[in-house]
């Protein structure tokens, strides 16, 4: 089975920092686009940023300029480095990523359980 989970999530005051991870494990032969989504309470989940294997990013206009991702293929993590956040920021972040498992013809889309970030004076 594959596996991914977050890590990093918290509480943040607004203009401050926070880093998130997530590492994906399992029976893996090759991962392409990984990215970060985060959901709002009650909102439907939104894109946050896109990173493919060569590392090429793409971001939301909401974050592009604050968050950086970036990702480790040796150890099938993705990171996203939250920078000047706002209240705006606070929702739970969730990575996702397209895997090829072993023994497998097809790519298929995986999800972690999220990491809730709140960001509050």
């Known amino acids: 089975q594959v596996q991914l989970v977050e890590s990093g999530g918290g509480s943040v005051h607004p203009g401050g920092s926070l880093g998130l991870s997530c590492e994906a494990s399992?029976?893996?032969?090759?991962?392409?686009?990984m990215n970060w989504f985060r959901q709002r309470s009650g909102e439907p989940r939104q894109w946050v940023a896109k990173?493919?294997?060569?590392?090429?990013?793409t971001y939301a206009d909401s974050v592009r300029g604050r968050f950086t991702i970036s990702r480790d293929n040796d150890r099938n993590s993705v990171h996203l480095i939250m920078g000047r956040v706002t209240p705006e920021d606070t929702a739970t972040y969730f990575c996702n990523a397209r895997i090829l498992k072993l023994n497998s013809d097809y790519y298929a889309d995986y999800w972690g359980p999220g990491t809730p970030v709140t960001v509050s004076s």
């Open positions: 399992g029976n893996i032969f090759n991962i392409r686009d």
């Open positions: 990173i493919t294997r060569p590392g090429e990013t």
